[in-house]
């Protein structure tokens, strides 16, 4: 049971590239999520989805998009990269928080440097 | 708008003392979630504490949950070096985008020999 699986773990980007991160979850979860982790800050919600073909806005979505074409994956995109957007990124996935009262599962993360 | 506060952000410990890392949120909430992360490593699941007067306990570690106070403790009995990692609680937010997860800033703890 791989869990919740983050590709690629790491990348550098030059100012103004785009690159899309990839989540994979199996298990059957129908919520996803996608933070950013910076130090001193915790964990920021970027984008999150509640379930196939849904997506909407968390803490920090500027310069970030996301699409939940299929219900095991998530995929977050920057279409401009900067500097601002070096982070170790996660994604998570869950059961509906009022629901099933399941914690977070957490990829590996994915570091990410914008140069 | 929801805002999780932890203290302290930063704690070095002794090994075989005791220590207690708190966690302080804003609105509401009927539950709260506390994880671990070890250096370089992804979050892991720690306790879902989902009550008020809730305590659940695993090894050295205690959470419980005053929902009146707002107010929710990870006590550690008798550290190891083994705990040291980062502490987060979250905090579900159910009045802005359907219960996604607000983070404090996590809690750094070492434990030295």
């Known amino acids: 049971n791989a869990g919740v699986t983050q590709t690629p773990k790491f990348r550098v980007l030059k100012t103004g590239q785009s690159m899309t991160l990839l989540c994979a979850q199996d298990?059957?979860?129908?919520?996803m999520y996608w933070y950013r982790q910076d130090p001193g800050m915790g964990l920021r919600l970027i984008h999150y989805?509640?379930?196939?073909?849904?997506?909407a806005k968390g803490e920090v979505p500027d310069g970030y998009n996301v699409s939940r074409l299929k219900k095991q994956n998530f995929l977050l995109g920057l279409e401009s990269a900067a500097p601002s957007q070096t982070s170790v990124y996660f994604c998570?996935?869950?059961?509906?928080?009022?629901?099933?009262?399941?914690?977070?599962?957490f990829g590996n993360g994915t570091r990410l440097t914008v140069t | 708008e929801l805002k999780v506060e932890q203290n302290p952000l930063f704690l070095s410990m002794q090994e075989g003392k005791n220590y207690t890392i708190y966690c302080n949120y804003s609105?509401?909430?009927?539950?709260l979630y506390w994880y671990r992360q070890d250096p370089g490593k992804s979050l892991e699941s720690l306790f879902v504490?989902?009550?008020?007067?809730a305590v659940k306990q695993e090894g050295r570690l205690m959470a419980s949950l005053d929902t009146k106070a707002r107010l929710s403790t990870l006590h550690i009995t008798a550290a190891v070096h083994d705990l040291s990692a980062t502490y987060f609680c979250?905090?579900?937010?159910?009045?802005?985008?359907?219960?996604?997860?607000?983070f404090g800033k996590g809690t750094k703890l070492s434990v030295k020999p």
């Open positions: 504490l989902l009550s008020n007067g």
């Open positions: 609105t509401t909430s009927d539950r």
């Open positions: 989805s509640v379930g196939e073909g849904t997506t």
């Open positions: 979250a905090v579900p937010n159910y009045g802005g985008s359907q219960g996604n997860l607000i």
């Open positions: 298990m059957n979860h129908e919520y």
């Open positions: 998570a996935s869950s059961y509906p928080p009022k629901g099933l009262n399941s914690p977070l599962h």
